[in-house]
């Protein structure tokens, strides 16, 4: 069991930069991938990007190179999600979800917290 909250969300300015963060807890973290979802209202819900818990591996979506990196701590269990120059379209409820390193599915998510950008 993976147990998973999420923080830092609020509204912003078009241009700005909030962190998102994701407090991990449970056994044997370093079996786990963490990643970071969003859901937009009235859309899907969308990978936003995914670190490795004992390797320094990332992954990121397409829209988000260059402007969002992932980055974890450890010794605090959490990963972050620092967003920078964001948009409009980057409104969206976001999750911090967990899956087994080396399955596909997310097996474990949080609440969301939620992210406006007015333009």
């Known amino acids: 069991q993976v147990q998973l909250v999420e923080s830092g969300g609020g509204s912003v300015q078009a241009g700005d930069s909030l962190r998102l963060s994701c407090a991990a807890s449970g056994r044997t973290l370093s079996r786990y991938v963490l990643g970071w979802f969003r859901q937009a209202p009235g859309k899907e819900r969308e990978f936003v990007a995914a670190i490795s818990w004992s390797a320094t591996s990332t992954n990121y979506a397409d829209f988000v190179k260059g402007r969002f990196t992932i980055s974890r701590d450890n010794a605090k269990s959490t990963i972050y999600l620092q967003m920078n120059s964001l948009k409009a379209e980057d409104t969206a409820l976001y999750y911090c979800?967990?899956?087994?390193?080396?399955?596909?599915?997310?097996?474990?998510w949080g609440q969301g917290t939620q992210v406006t950008v007015s333009s």
């Open positions: 979800a967990a899956r087994v390193f080396g399955l596909e599915r997310y097996d474990y």
